[in-house]
């Protein structure tokens, strides 16, 4: 597979005044303002209300497919394309146009364990929530933290390696994978003290703590809360800068807009075709998107409560305090990067490295944003090494 270029890193996907938008949806013809002009407190006739419902048939359709070309137009624009960056903008204005839907049903939480866990799940309940971890493996402990829209599955095939000398236990955040959906606070400081209430709940003392895209900001508001916990941290394309921030979630920190917009996105997942476009864009070698793959991220997407905790993560992704916070942190740091990383490009990797005062970074060739993927075997040498060399006094 050819190599891509290298990627700019598109952030500023503002959005433009609504009447650059509104004037080419075509949505709101005179048979629909006229049907619409015409509904009564006292009663809606069926003529208005079959002409209604088109019409928001209609805008959520236009909603989804503005979303879906928001997202490709930022895919776009990271091969600098001034033309993607405004139809991204364009796009999202689009999207926000929805707002004349009725939104009938807003993103609800679920503080109850999910249905459907498998039988071997393990659960500890910390302040009303249960969380879902898993524990394997004898020594130092190691604590495992997903990414964003993700699940301590994704550490599956680091797991075994690390075991060998570890204790190694497997976290899935408050709102994601098996652990429970509850309203409630999902910055990353509010589910770093879960991590640690959940270490307590286990008899762990200290850790090392390795973190996965915005599980990263996890991973280091952990050593911020509590730094004589944390040993050391490795970090693969940490997500936790202010101008990583994808401007959709910038946009649904609105009231209503928010639950719009990620009520439109979430339900179009379940199209295996839009959740291979989307995920592709975390691969460099694309064929990894495989179908069941796919299959995996469908049945996560359906659990119940998923879309109301991750409006509420995006609502919290601010990170400047947390870097206030990091410049008296001089403990080892290990950052893993995809050299062609589209979600986290690697010009985020050598700011931290600069940023952190004891921080080494490591490059992997042809691989994009999952290292422990796609540069499964070095990655895991590369981590299992530097865990190692703690027992050495390095």
Known sequence: MPARSAARHVTDVDVLELAVAASSLGLLDDELRAALALSAPDGVPPPVAAAYTRFAMSSLRASQSALDLAIAAQRAALASSRFAVAAARIALVYASFGLALPLAAAPRFHADRLPGAPADATFVEVEGVHVCYHDAGAGPAVVLIHGFGSSSECWRHVVPALAAGHRVIAVDLKGFGWSSRPAGDYSPAAQAELVHRTLDALGVDDVAVVGHSWGSSVALEMAVQRPSRVRRIALYAAHCYDDQVPAIFRLAEKPLLGE???????????????????????????????????????????????????????????????????????????????????????????????????????????????????????????????????????
């Open 260 to 394: 719009l917009l990620f009520a439109l996105y979430y339900p179009a997942a379940d199209e295996s075709t839009a959740i291979q476009r989307r995920a592709a864009f975390a691969y460099f070698d694309e064929s990894l998107v495989t179908p069941e793959r796919v299959a995996k991220v469908e049945a996560e997407l359906r659990r119940p409560g998923t879309i109301a905790a991750a409006l509420a993560s995006a609502r919290r992704h601010h990170f400047h305090a947390l870097h206030a916070a990091l410049r008296t942190f001089d403990r080892p740091v290990l950052l893993l990067w995809g050299e062609h990383d589209q979600v986290t490009p690697l010009q985020f990797g050598h700011r931290l490295a600069a940023e952190l005062a004891n921080a080494e970074l490591r490059v992997y060739p042809a691989c994009g944003h999952l290292p422990m993927v796609e540069a499964h075997e070095v990655s895991t040498r590369d981590l299992v090494a530097f865990l190692a060399a703690e027992s050495c006094g390095a």
